[in-house]
């Protein structure tokens, strides 16, 4: 089930981003009391009672400003927008109600989402709330108080807006067939993958950046078995910026990675691996999906007998956090290896859906112990006592040990390895959950 999207709007420094970290537990936003702080959006999974969703923080919708980086952030929140399913927006009951928080209302009233109505800075109930019932005006229903700073009112507001959440689409809950999220920057040569694979120009190709405006579901045929391909719109380059900042729609790459099985980050050969393609790696790894790095144009740069190996260093060294992703040379221009993506796909899904039984997996864990000593802390020795596989998409194993303090991370790691060593997993992030038993309950 896809999780649904929350996003934060506002004027500038009404304390979204104060929020936005407030409720994902971490600071993730920079918090700053400059109006603009927040150039794009930051996203972070968010989980209130038995409901999960993905929340992105914006920055600041400036109505009528001419000023290029505050023009910048309102497209980039009207994007947000667009592809949430409830919109939380935020105004500062210090400041009161402005001229710019009616037509930020109003904006927001043309998109027909489900609106929240939060007053933010309410470090009083009793005193400030008054001031509160102002922002009845805006006819957008009941006002929310909370501060968030003081972690005041939190429950309320996210039960209303748990409420406004899509209902499950059962017939899309049972569709089965892979679902293909094709990412990257723009001008990377997404749609043109697409339509390769397709045989027809269903989407549209064009050396502008970013002419693919929202993400495109495309049914393709292959061996008899049907894929999904959500081709997505392409990191945004914004020229002429001061800063020259390099920032990219995060609401669509999200959207695009929760509804996929398999995430394929389309990278420029020419260009090489940037941190922007390991942002979008990085988005793919954290939500548990397959990964296949599809490295493009490979026909139009000069090559030797070592270029693709020192390619494939580089790229590797970029996502040290993800060893186990799928590296393809290919040109979607030409169609080189590009029928070597369905190969690595079914590859992926596979690996996805491997289950290994609990027998076989202690008997790796064992050698690995034989191997190697597992950790010890003040005479105190890290003791293995079982693993078992608890799920699939992605593999989760469940280790259960004599003290969780001692079991660190360079061993799970190590752990990993054996595992992979004996059954591969290419393609798929694996995921480790550690628990304490007592000895005496061996």
């Known amino acids: 089930m896809d999780k649904p999207i929350v996003a934060i709007v506002g004027r500038p420094n009404v304390g979204k981003s104060t929020l936005f970290n407030c409720l994902a537990g971490e600071m993730i936003s920079i918090v700053k009391d400059t109006p603009g702080v927040t150039r794009d959006r930051i996203y972070a999974d968010v989980s209130w009672l038995n409901h999960q969703f993905s929340l992105i923080d ?8 001419g000023d290029e ?29 402005v001229d710019d928080d009616y037509k930020v ?3 927001l009233r043309r998109s027909h989402k489900p609106i929240v109505l939060v007053v933010n800075k309410v470090d009083d109930f009793n005193k400030l709330m008054a001031d509160v019932y102002e922002f009845y005006n805006l006819g957008l229903g009941e006002p929310w108080p909370v501060s968030s700073t003081s972690k005041l009112g939190l429950g309320d507001m996210l039960d209303e807006l748990v409420s406004h959440f899509p209902e499950v689409n059962e017939e899309e809950a049972e569709d089965e067939r892979p679902r293909i999220a094709i990412v990257g920057k723009p001008n990377v040569g997404k749609s043109s993958l697409v339509n390769k694979l397709l045989g027809e120009n269903r989407v549209i190709v064009s050396d502008i950046a970013g002419t693919t405006r929202d993400a495109i579901d495309t049914t393709v045929e292959r061996d008899g078995k049907e894929y999904v391909f959500i081709d997505t719109a392409g990191l945004r380059r914004k020229a002429k910026v001061k800063e020259d900042i390099e920032r990219f729609s995060t609401v669509r790459t999200v959207a695009a990675v929760e509804r996929a099985d398999v995430v394929v980050c389309m990278i420029d050969a020419a260009e090489g691996i940037t941190e922007q393609d390991a942002k979008i790696c990085g988005i793919a790894h954290e939500n548990g999906k397959g990964l296949i790095i599809a490295v493009n144009k490979w026909d139009a740069i000069e090559k030797d007998d070592k270029t693709i190996y020192r390619f494939r260093e580089k790229v590797q060294q970029f996502l040290s956090f993800a060893p186990y992703a799928e590296i393809l040379f290919i040109s979607a221009k030409t169609g080189q290896r590009v029928s070597k993506l369905f190969e690595a796909i079914e590859n992926v899904i596979e690996a996805q859906n491997l289950r290994i039984s609990t027998g076989v997996l202690n008997e790796i864990m064992a050698e690995a112990v ?13 003791k293995l006592f079982y693993i078992t596989q608890a799920s699939v998409k992605p593999p989760t194993f469940v280790i259960f040990v004599n003290d969780k303090k001692l079991m660190h991370f360079s061993y799970t790691r190590y752990l990993e390895n054996r595992i992979r060593d004996s059954f591969g997993f290419v393609g798929t992030p694996l995921r480790f959950i550690i628990r304490e038993r007592k000895e005496k309950e061996q």
Request: charged share 25%.
């Open 58 to 65: 914006t920055g600041g919708i400036e109505p009528d400003t």
């Open 370 to 382: 034989a191997l190697q000593q597992p950790p010890s802390d003040k005479g105190r020795r890290l």
């Open 69 to 97: 980086m505050l023009s910048y952030m309102r497209q980039q929140a009207e994007i947000a927008i667009s592809h949430a399913d409830v919109i939380l927006f935020l105004v500062d009951v210090r400041q009161g109600l």
């Open 105 to 107: 209302a109003d904006m």
